[in-house]
C-alpha cells in the first residue's frame, strides 16, 4: 500500500542540461572567489609576520584582515543563503544592521584595548 500524504519534494527538482551547467558554474565561481580571498589571507599572514613589519603596516594588515573577513561573510551569505536573489531593499534591510553591529563591536574592541594598553603602560 502507497502512502499518497507523504511528498518527496527532491523528485520534482527537475533540471535541465543547461540549468545544471548554469548552477556548477557559479559553484566553481564562489568556491574561486572565496578561495582567493582565504590565499590572499594566508599569504599576507606568510610574507608579513608581525616581527618583520612596522606598527603602521600592521594596523594597516589587521584592518585588511577584517575588511577580507567581512566581505567573505557578506559574500557566503548573498550566495549560500540566498539573499543576493532577493530585491535591494530586503537585502539592505537584512544585511546593514549586521554590518553596523560589527562596526560598533570592532570599534568597542579597539577603544578598549587602546584603554587597556594605557592602563598597563601606566604602571612601567
Known sequence: ?????????????????????KIRKKIWIVTAILSIITIIEVGVGIALPKAEVSTGLWTAIKYGYILLTLVKAGYIVMVFMHLGDEVRTLRRMILWPYAIFILYLIFICLTEASSVHNYWSSFH
Open 1 to 21: 500500500m502507497e502512502r499518497d500524504d507523504i511528498v518527496e519534494y527532491s523528485l520534482h527538482a527537475h533540471h535541465s542540461d543547461e540549468d545544471g551547467k
